[in-house]
C-alpha cells in the first residue's frame, strides 16, 4: 500500500557530509511524524531525528547540532543533513513514517529498507 525508499548512502570520510532522501508513495493520504533511524551492527536501532507534519523536530542528543532534518510535504519526503560526520555515525539509516491511508483512513507505520552510511576516520 505505502512504500518507504531511502538514498543517499555513502562512504564518506570523518568530517564530511551526506545527504540521505526518503520518498513516500503509494496509497497516501496524509502523512503525520517522519523518522530516521539507524542500527548499527551489534546494536539496537535508534531513533536519530524524527519530524512532525507541522515541522515540529526533535533529535537524539548524539546528532543535535550536527544533523538536520526536514520534509517536504507536497513530494512526501524527508531528508536528513549530516555534516561533521564521525565513524560512530556508520550505521544501516532507515525511513519511518506514521501514514493515513487512503480509502482506510486508519494510522499505519512503514519503514524504508534502509541506506548503508559508513564514516572512515
Known amino acids: 500500500q505505502v512504500q518507504l525508499v531511502e538514498s543517499g548512502g555513502d562512504l564518506v570520510q570523518a568530517g564530511g557530509s551526506l545527504r540521505l532522501s526518503c520518498a513516500a508513495s503509494?496509497?497516501?493520504?496524509?502523512?503525520?511524524?517522519m523518522g530516521w533511524y539507524r542500527q548499527a551492527p551489534g546494536k539496537q536501532r535508534e531513533l536519530v531525528a524524527a519530524?512532525?507534519?507541522?515541522?515540529?523536530?526533535n533529535y537524539a542528543d548524539s546528532v543535535k547540532g550536527r544533523f538536520t532534518i526536514s520534509r517536504d510535504n507536497g513530494k512526501n519526503t524527508v531528508y536528513l543533513q549530516m555534516n561533521s560526520l564521525k565513524p560512530e555515525d556508520t550505521a544501516v539509516y532507515y525511513c519511518?513514517?506514521?501514514?493515513?491511508?487512503?480509502?482506510?483512513?486508519?494510522?499505519?507505520?512503514?519503514w524504508g529498507q534502509g541506506t548503508q552510511v559508513t564514516v572512515s576516520s
Open positions: 519511518n513514517a506514521d501514514v493515513v491511508v487512503s480509502g482506510i483512513f486508519r494510522k499505519y507505520n512503514y
Open positions: 503509494g496509497s497516501i493520504f496524509s502523512i503525520n511524524a
Open positions: 519530524v512532525t507534519s507541522g515541522g515540529r523536530t
